[in-house]
């Protein structure tokens, strides 16, 4: 049996999606949030702009999700299949368009790909593009990019405050598409997720500028949120300058019951009444008339 603060169904999660172009042309950055009847998926693709059409190489990563995860009956049973199914299938039709375009041509992507199902999250990712989890105000997780900064510092070369500063902190060394062979994934999960936490997913565009403490605790007090995200957004285009990246995220709070609103009183109120009429009627009765107030 489910604990009280545990996660019933896929209509408690709120969401909410924020995509800027920032100072750049064109928005390269790809997100979408997609539910069924019992579980939620989060999409976050960063196509990399040194490569052609990576526009095209991060709208194949959310295209391929959508097809594979209503195509999974349950897709919780093998959650970190269906996740990796998705990778190794986007890398390929990534890698089939380039082929397929006069010239040939190599787009890539970051990806990151998350999977709740009542109180488990399952996620996965390549690249930059980061997926976090937040409780109470504080990153409880969050995945480690692949990128060249991470690896120098891993290897005691830099330290965690040269990573921000770095003029090669932007390469990454993972992504789909580029190569014949799909990149080797990172995976990770969560087993207890409770009432109000919030996954977050986003592009470095958004984190770059935002450190872990200030996006925990802003996004945790914000009841709005898609506010919350939007404001986030705006203030990491502000940082970036007149150069900002792309900037977008995805977040899902769990465990989230909307509000009840007037209109909702007034509906339920309204089914009760034909509720009760239909019984009555049954009955042989006549209920009262129904006045307008």
């Not at 999700?65 to 195509?71: E, M, P, Y």
């Not at 990573?163 to 207890?192: D, E, K």
Request: glycine share 6%; proline share 5%.
């Amino acid at each position: 049996m489910s604990s009280p603060e545990s996660i019933p169904s896929a209509s408690d999660f709120e969401s909410a999606t924020v995509s800027l172009i920032g100072g750049r042309k064109l928005n390269q950055d790809r997100t979408r949030v997609i539910t069924s009847d019992d579980s939620v998926l989060i999409v976050l693709a960063d196509g990399l702009g040194g490569h052609p059409k990576g526009e095209v190489a991060a709208q194949i990563l959310v295209d391929t999700s959508i097809d594979l995860f209503h195509q999974t009956a349950h897709p919780a049973d093998s959650a970190r299949a269906l996740l990796e199914e998705i990778l190794v299938e986007t890398h390929h039709r990534i890698t089939d368009f380039g082929t397929n375009q006069e010239p040939p041509i190599l787009p890539r992507s970051t990806a990151v790909i998350a999977l709740i199902h009542d109180d488990m999250a399952w996620w996965t990712y390549v690249g930059d593009s980061r997926l976090y989890v937040i409780r109470d105000g504080k990153v409880l997780e969050r995945t480690k990019d692949h990128s060249y900064v991470q690896m120098l510092h891993e290897e005691g070369i830099i330290s965690h405050a040269e990573m921000s500063h770095h003029p090669q902190r932007n390469y990454i060394t993972r992504c789909l598409g580029g190569s014949v062979w799909p990149p080797q994934a990172s995976f990770g999960q969560i087993s207890r997720l409770q009432k109000n936490d919030i996954l977050l997913a986003c592009s470095d565009g958004f984190w770059e500028h935002l450190d872990d403490s200030q996006l925990g605790e802003t996004i945790s007090r914000e009841v709005d949120l898609d506010k919350c995200l939007r404001e986030l957004a705006l203030t990491a285009v502000d940082l970036g300058g007149p150069h900002s990246d792309n900037v977008t995220a995805a977040a899902v709070r769990c465990g989230y019951n909307r509000p009840t609103s007037s209109n909702d009183i007034e509906s339920d109120l309204d089914d009760a009444i034909d509720a009760l009429q239909q019984a009555m009627a049954r009955l042989g009765r006549t209920p009262p008339s129904q006045e307008s107030s």
